[in-house]
T-cell receptor, first 113, second 114 residues
């Protein structure tokens, strides 16, 4: 049973436009959410996170939105750059856990010049 | 600043051979340590995690084992590799503090079992 779902295996966006990556979760016990970026043959890199007490968190070109009622979060990248082409993973952490992350399957983002 | 090392970067091993992958972390103390595997085109599967020396928890029954002989050293082993053990293995660490969930990954090891 996939508790964290990234339903789009891939997404193609024009350079300079907005990239929106989506993630859905089923477990209401999740209270912390993270996004990671991964290039081929490298380890994932932490991008941005959000606590369930917030609905938005920004860091430069990256913004994460959390809709708890819909159990949905999204990562917005504005403007998209060629270096953003990578696989993006969404992960969630249950309450009172400081070790466990539940991972989505990833979305491959392709930025077209 | 913290740094995580993994080696080797790539490894080709025959079926039935042993395996030892090593991971070390610098610049932090008492980290939580993790071993993940990413199969081709798939997400990250947690294999083992450790909250302290000698403390190992296994998430998935398998042909692999893990050990933590020192605070910042984590080793993934197998006595006899299977074809299904092929994949990209990632070591990660986190601060081990309540409410701090971010994990930081090493560069990974590409294992091909032939």
């Amino acid at each position: 049973d996939q508790q964290v779902k990234q339903n789009s295996p891939s997404l193609s966006v024009q350079e300079g436009r907005i990239s929106i990556l989506n993630c859905d979760y089923t477990n209401s016990m999740f209270d912390y959410f993270l996004w990671y970026k991964k290039y081929p043959a490298e380890g994932p890199t932490f991008l941005i996170s959000i606590s369930s007490i917030k609905d938005k968190n920004e860091d430069g070109r990256f913004t994460v939105f959390l809709n708890k009622s819909a159990k949905h979060l999204s990562l917005h990248i504005v403007p998209s750059q060629p270096g953003d082409s990578a696989v993006y993973f969404c992960a969630a952490s249950p309450k009172r856990s400081n070790y466990q992350l539940i991972w989505g399957a990833g979305t491959k983002l392709i930025i077209k010049p | 600043s913290q740094t995580i090392h993994q080696w080797p970067a790539t490894l080709v091993q025959p079926v039935g051979s042993p395996l030892s992958l090593e991971c070390t972390v610098e610049g932090t103390s008492n980290p939580n340590l993790y071993w993940y595997r990413q199969a081709a085109g798939r997400g990250l599967q947690l294999l083992f995690y450790s909250v302290g020396i000698g403390q190992i928890s296994s998430e998935v029954p398998q042909n692999l084992s893990a050990s933590r002989p020192q605070d910042r050293q984590f080793i993934l082993s197998s006595k006899k590799l299977l074809l299904s053990d092929s994949g990209f293995y990632l070591c990660a660490w986190s601060a081990g503090l309540a409410g701090v969930n971010e994990q930081y990954f090493g560069p990974g090891t590409r294992l091909t079992v032939t």
